[in-house]
Each structure stands twice: as structure tokens, then as C-alpha cells.
T-cell receptor, first 119, second 112 residues
């Protein structure tokens, strides 16, 4: 099956610092990756769609200058939370989309997530 | 009306029984449907994908799709305590640009 990794799995930082999260597709190329955020006991919230070689598309209400996304290669997308504040503390999860072949559909596989705590 | 609706549960089933989860969606043009399992504190894990009307079986899991009625269901046979998790229904609407729309999830508790 398709494997997606994320690094780091957990990060604690001081308010005002920036944090970079990496998302990698390990055994397939992903032209499209997605970044989600999930607060405790809530559903996934899509933050942005990351396309290789182009600017990310952000969902309404997500600040693009605060959540910088770079999709530099077909296997790597990064999310940088700039000037993090306690309200940014959350579980950040990426997913990578496989390209559906004949008889199958495009499918998103999720990374293990990064738990961010901002003090 | 939410685009993808699920009963939040918890759905409590005894070990060995069948757990039946339902999901309805609003976009009639949706073509791809997915079930993900999410354990507490973990990220979602793909269980099944389905895109044709009818049943699709994979081990103890069966996904059922009825596009005319706009619902998709998941059956878990011989439920085990390890199946206790939140199950997310996800739909790819017709004009979504590959984005998935998730339901709120159904929490399943399998009691030994």
C-alpha cells in the first residue's frame, strides 16, 4: 500500500517561533498533497491543497501567510507554521493522493500526523 | 444540510457481532467514496474505497454504495475490540478538484 510519512511526529515550541512539518510519499509520486488540521474530538479540517510546482490553494479562512506550504518535489510537501501561537496548537495531518490507474480511483493516504504544542 | 452526514454514535456492538455504519451525501454527482478508520490520537487509515453501485468486500469489511439513494455504508463482520475507533466516511464531490469531503465520523465501541 501507499505509505506517507510525516516529520516530526511531535513538536513543542515557544510562542512566536516558526515550525516546519514535512510530508513525504515514500513509495509513490504525489502531484497533489493535502494539509489538514484536527482539534480534539473534532473532525478533520482541510487547510490547503498542495500541488507540485505551483502555489498552494488555501481553504477559506486559512491564512496563507501564516501557514506556508511548499511542494518542491513529487514526494515532498512542507507546511511551515509561522509565528506560532497557543491557538495554533493542534494535530496537523497531511495526505498524498495517488493517481488512479485503470479500474481504480484516485485515493488519499494519510501521514501519521504531527502534534504541535505552542507554549 | 451537511454535505456528508454520519451518525456520531457511539455505536456499541458486542464482540463478534456485525457493526453497520451509514453515510449519506448531498452531491448527486459524486463518484468516489471512501471509508477511513481513525483511532484516538492517530491519523486516518484507509479501509475501503468504492465507486460502483453494489457491494465491495475486503476481509471482514463490506462497503455498500447506492448512488440513487445517495448513501454508502460499511459493515464490519465479527467485530473485535480492536475495531473500536471512529470511522470516517469521505466523498469526492464532482467538482471538488480531488478534495475529499468528510463526514463527522461514527464512533464505534466493540465490547468484549
Amino acid at each position: 500500500g501507499a505509505v506517507v510519512s510525516q516529520h516530526p511526529s511531535r513538536v513543542i515550541c515557544k510562542s512566536g517561533t516558526s515550525v516546519k512539518i514535512e510530508c513525504r510519499s515514500l513509495d509513490f509520486q504525489a502531484t497533489t498533497m493535502f494539509w489538514y488540521r484536527q482539534f480534539p474530538k473534532q473532525s478533520l479540517m482541510l487547510m490547503a491543497t498542495s500541488n507540485e510546482g505551483s502555489k498552494a490553494t488555501y481553504e477559506q479562512g486559512v491564512e496563507k501567510d501564516k501557514f506556508l506550504i511548499n511542494h518542491a518535489s513529487l514526494t515532498l510537501s512542507t507546511l511551515t507554521v509561522t509565528s506560532a501561537h497557543p491557538e495554533d496548537s493542534s494535530f496537523y495531518i497531511c495526505s498524498a493522493k495517488t493517481a488512479g490507474t485503470s479500474g481504480s480511483v484516485d485515493t488519499q493516504y494519510f501521514g501519521p500526523g504531527t502534534r504541535l504544542t505552542v507554549l | 444540510q451537511k454535505e456528508v452526514e454520519q451518525n456520531s454514535g457511539p455505536l456499541s456492538v458486542p464482540e463478534g457481532a456485525i457493526a453497520s455504519l451509514n453515510c449519506t451525501y448531498s452531491d448527486r454527482g459524486s463518484q468516489s467514496f471512501f471509508w477511513y478508520r481513525q483511532y484516538s490520537g492517530k491519523s486516518p487509515e484507509l479501509i475501503m474505497s468504492i465507486y460502483s453501485n453494489g457491494d465491495k468486500e475486503d476481509g471482514r469489511f463490506t462497503a455498500q454504495l447506492n448512488k440513487a439513494s445517495q448513501y454508502v455504508s460499511l459493515l464490519i463482520r465479527d467485530s473485535q475490540p480492536s475495531d473500536s475507533a471512529t470511522y470516517l466516511c469521505a466523498v469526492m464531490p464532482q467538482a471538488a478538484g480531488n478534495k475529499l469531503t468528510f463526514g463527522g465520523g461514527t464512533r464505534v465501541l466493540v465490547k468484549p
